[in-house]
């Protein structure tokens, strides 16, 4: 049967939204429709008592108008898996912990291949949310709310985790190559783990191929490349000319630029290009529970 679902939350709320809310509709329709009911009271199996009688007084008023022979109650409603009661605790529901991705599909669980310096190996990885204690507020707790919200004192937990002996002291290894890791959707170069004091480091700049006279805006500045050299790059922002050497970085004008290399041609310097890296910061290193990128 189709049901027009009535969820009991509490009495003074529900009784005064129904009668306000019936009162401009041609009631008792549609819970009752040519003498028959078309509704279903509910109310959670741990509801407080007061949500219980607040059932029972709509089943009765709706009843009124019910046809000899037609019948109607209020009962309880049995939460399913992954479901948890409103204004109750979600550590409270069936919700299990972590997450993962055969629960969401958003999280992954792959491999990576990384050259180390001894060879490229693989590394199996998933990524998961943890959950902790989280209270399922609604606007009987804050009249503000639009819809169902989630109490977060960094309860839930986001964490990428290595299922293979991973060596990260060789990260930025001069034999090793660069680490690229997916995080959160986002592909982002790492230049160091530190498991001592828990934290990663990652690159947050853009990284450039540019030849003389390209810009790149960033920011809302603009950075120019006017001149490439053997050993080092013009570079201005927003008209603030700086010389950063190779290997180096420089503050100009708010935007920090590094060159990683320089591709210099002896015989045509105009044709002469560099990579550089530029953000307003070049790298920023996190430690576990401070918030990440965005």
Do not use: C
């Amino acid at each position: 049967m189709n049901f027009k679902k009535i969820t009991a939350i509490g009495t003074s709320v529900l009784i005064a939204g129904m009668t306000m809310g019936l009162a401009a509709a041609a009631y008792p329709a549609p819970y009752v429709e040519s003498g028959a009911g078309n509704f279903a009271v509910v109310y959670g199996a741990g509801a407080a008592v007061s949500d219980s009688t607040a059932a029972g007084t709509i089943v009765t008023e709706l009843q009124k108008y019910t046809t000899s022979g037609s019948t109607v109650s209020a009962g309880t409603i049995k939460l399913t898996d992954d479901e948890v009661e409103l204004r109750g605790l979600i550590t409270g529901g069936k919700i299990n912990s972590p997450v993962l991705d055969n629960k969401l599909s958003a999280l992954a669980d792959g491999k990576f291949s990384w050259n180390d310096g001894d060879g490229s190996d693989e590394y199996d990885y998933h990524e998961e949310i943890t959950i902790g204690t989280m209270n399922v507020l609604t606007t009987v707790n804050d009249e503000k709310l639009e819809g169902v919200a989630l109490s977060n004192d960094k309860a839930l937990e986001y964490k990428f985790v290595f299922e293979d002996a991973f060596n990260s002291s060789l990260i930025g290894d001069a034999d090793a190559d660069t680490l690229y890791l997916e995080l959160m959707g986002t592909e982002y170069e790492i230049e160091a783990i530190t498991l001592a004091d828990d934290s990663i480091t990652v690159t947050t700049s853009k990284e450039m191929d540019m030849r003389i006279g390209d810009t790149y805006t960033v920011e809302g500045k603009t950075v120019k490349v006017e001149d490439v050299f053997s050993g080092s790059v013009k570079v201005s922002v927003d008209g603030t000319t700086e010389l950063v050497t190779s290997g180096s970085t420089k503050r100009i004008n708010g935007i920090r630029v590094k060159v990683d290399s320089i591709g210099y041609h002896t015989n045509s310097p105009e044709t002469s290009s560099a990579i550089l890296k530029i953000g307003k910061d070049i790298s920023k290193t996190y430690t576990s529970g401070e918030e990440f990128i965005g």
